[in-house]
């Protein structure tokens, strides 16, 4: 009779949680049992460890094992428990050395001729292991460069149980085989959609600049071929960089879904997603009948997030997006735990002015009834329109702006991007937030960031008429001091205020 214990990553979301793995040995009817709350695919692990094991070379006896995986409370998910479960039942038939076995962390899914194969997710699992201590870590080939992003580690990268044998042999001996920390590549960067190719259009192009220059969600009303979805697509190039904690954020949650750009390369770029209008609540907010996975606001963490044809998604759908457009996280409620899940997006929605989309512009025809145009756009609730700092109304692209020369490349507006990025970091250094769009309203308000009555005259008498709401005065507030970094000015006057209510505004959605 034996006792093997050893490490392994349980997944919650993106979240790991780092799980001990007991395989006891005791006499009794033959039988393989996985304890500690498995799913199907956990669950089925024995049937996987011992065909893997006999393959391998070293059949485990038909006597009674038990496997628990610890904490029992915590849902198991996945086959990535497989080669943890071999490595304790290994270590409990004094086949691997049970001193060694217990400090490392064990992730990959087993085949039945013995190959460890790659499972997702393991970006966020090694840096659950690591926070809580671990330091050396067992995946799969496949998974090894991935892994070994995370700093002050040391991956063991195996592509069988037969590998894994021989190299517990040599650590025995004292050989330090393995990868240690890599340096993280950036994405490689792609060609992404220029701001010159957008014809004509100066003001919703110079409010798409002070929406990246302060992360301002953004709504464009405008009739089709106006060039919402171009301005839109447009976004990421206009974004700095993801710095190295943002870029951890974003792989991670591109891991758990098997959506990683390459192998030993962190996503370098502001992600851009763009569900259909027809997608579901789990689908874009995330969620899911059993296991939990990241939405398209999950998906679009740390980057852009474009709804297009906004009144056509479900209003279930698009009220869900309330608590992440405040918080930047996304609670998953079940009945025996609450998964979170990253969301801190940028969200550009864009619509029609109405059914028929020929609302704007002199000589449309536009053949909808005004209870058809109330109804359409009564979608998009109060709620949800107050959250959205920049609203601004296109009106169709005329034949002299066809004549006339491109705008300006995304390069150099990405540039005056930065500079005002730089601005924000710098005066909100020390403060929970980086850019303007983070910042509180009563913070704003107070102390020595609270504007002269005079500068403020425009919009405290927006509020006074019932034009702008509490929340909506805030919002103005945060764009006027975006404006202001963007002109290099120290804090925001009463023309940049006068600016900030316009883009609040210009679409014709009150508050």
């Not at 990535?80 to 490595?87: E, L, N, Q, S, Y």
């Not at 962390?105 to 790659?118: A, K, N």
């Not at 769009?437 to 005259?457: I, K, Q, Y």
Request: charged share 20%; hydrophobic share 45%.
């Amino acid at each position: 009779m034996g006792l093997g214990v050893t490490r392994a990553v349980a997944l919650t979301g993106v979240e790991g949680h780092p799980v001990r793995v007991e395989a006891n040995l005791a006499d009794g009817l033959p039988t393989f049992v996985v304890g500690g709350l498995p799913d199907t695919a956990c669950a089925q692990a024995p049937d996987r460890v011992k065909a893997a094991a006999g393959n391998s070379g070293h059949r485990i006896p038909a006597r009674r094992w038990t496997v628990n995986l610890s904490p029992a409370s915590l849902p198991k998910h996945g086959s990535g428990f497989d080669v943890a479960i071999a490595t304790a039942v290994l270590a409990a038939m004094d086949v691997l050395p049970t001193d060694l076995v217990g400090q490392v962390t064990h992730i990959g899914e087993l085949g039945l001729d013995g190959s460890v194969r790659p499972v997702p997710g393991v970006l966020p699992m090694v840096i659950a292991a690591a926070a809580a201590g671990a330091r050396e870590f067992v995946v799969a080939r496949d998974n090894a460069r991935e892994a070994a992003l995370v700093p002050g580690i040391t991956v063991r990268p195996v592509a069988t149980l037969g590998e894994l044998i021989g190299l517990y042999g040599a650590l025995a001996s004292g050989a330090e085989p393995g990868l240690r920390a890599v340096s993280p590549e950036a994405e490689a960067p792609t060609d992404l959609p220029d701001m010159r190719d957008v014809v004509g259009q100066a003001e919703a192009r110079a409010a798409l600049e002070v929406a990246a220059a302060g992360r301002h969600h953004m709504l464009l009303v405008g009739p089709p071929g106006a060039g919402k979805t171009m301005l839109a697509e447009r976004l990421p190039g206009l974004l700095p960089a993801l710095d190295r904690q943002e870029a951890l954020e974003v792989t991670s949650v591109h891991s758990v879904l098997g959506e990683l750009p390459g192998a030993g390369s962190l996503v370098g770029r502001a992600p851009f997603v763009a569900p259909h209008h027809g997608a579901s609540m789990a689908s874009v907010i995330g969620g899911g009948s059993g296991r939990v996975r990241p939405g398209a606001v999950s998906r679009a963490h740390r980057g852009v997030l474009f709804l297009d044809e906004t009144p056509e998604f479900r209003r279930d759908v698009l009220d869900g997006m309330r608590q992440p457009l405040e918080s930047g996280e996304v609670v998953i409620a079940r009945a025996d735990r609450h998964v979170r899940l990253p969301a801190r997006f940028q969200l550009i929605a864009a619509a029609n002015p109405c059914p028929c989309g020929l609302g704007y512009g002199k000589g449309l025809a536009c053949t909808c009834t005004p209870q058809a145009r109330r109804s359409y756009f009564g979608k998009l609730s109060g709620p949800l329109l107050d959250r959205i700092d920049v609203r601004v109304g296109m009106l169709p692209v005329s034949r002299a702006s066809l004549s006339g020369s491109g705008g300006e490349a995304s390069a150099a507006v990405a540039a005056r991007v930065l500079g005002a990025r730089e601005r924000q970091r710098r005066r909100w250094e020390g403060t929970p937030w980086s850019v303007n769009a983070e910042v509180p309203g009563t913070f704003l308000r107070s102390g020595r960031w609270r504007l002269p009555a005079a500068d403020t005259r425009d919009i405290d008498s927006a509020v006074d008429h019932g034009r702008l709401t509490l929340r909506g005065y805030d919002r103005c507030l945060r764009i006027a001091w975006t404006v202001a970094d963007l002109a290099g000015a120290d804090r925001p006057h009463r023309e940049q205020i006068a600016h900030a209510l316009a883009l609040r505004n210009s679409a014709g959605v009150a508050g």
